[in-house]
């Protein structure tokens, strides 16, 4: 069964920072070391939104609300993802979620294209 699990959220002022952990278990190593994974983001009354997305070999993709703020990475051999967030503001206050594909393309941005999910930790960014 796979398991995911986020770390680091909490509470910030408008131009902190804020580094996410997530601790990726129960996949077949060849497969977690394979996969596509990223942070989706979802705030009160919105939709899930996908933050950033990373492939095996570190290929990044990030929405344009966070180009240049945000950088995603992962360190296969620990099965970790991470997600270094600066210059925060209190629009990217939202719960955050961890999440894998079950293939290795990161080809699309849709949280719908996600099979995997963290319970999520909360980011609040106050003015």
């Known amino acids: 069964q796979v398991q995911l699990v986020e770390s680091g959220g909490g509470s910030v002022q408008a131009g902190g920072s804020l580094r996410l952990s997530c601790a990726l278990s129960?996949?077949?190593?060849?497969?977690?070391?394979?996969?596509?994974m990223g942070w989706i983001r979802q705030a009160p009354g919105k939709e899930r939104e996908v933050v950033a997305q990373v492939n095996y070999v570190g290929s990044a993709t990030y929405a344009d609300f966070v180009k240049g703020r945000f950088t995603i990475s992962r360190d296969n051999a620990e099965r970790t993802l991470y997600l270094q967030m600066n210059s925060l503001n209190p629009e990217d206050t939202a719960m955050y979620y961890c999440a894998a594909r079950s293939y290795r393309a990161c080809t699309g941005m849709s949280h719908t294209l996600f099979a995997f999910w963290g319970q999520g930790t909360q980011v609040t960014v106050s003015s």
């Open positions: 129960g996949y077949a190593y060849s497969t977690a070391s394979n996969n596509c």
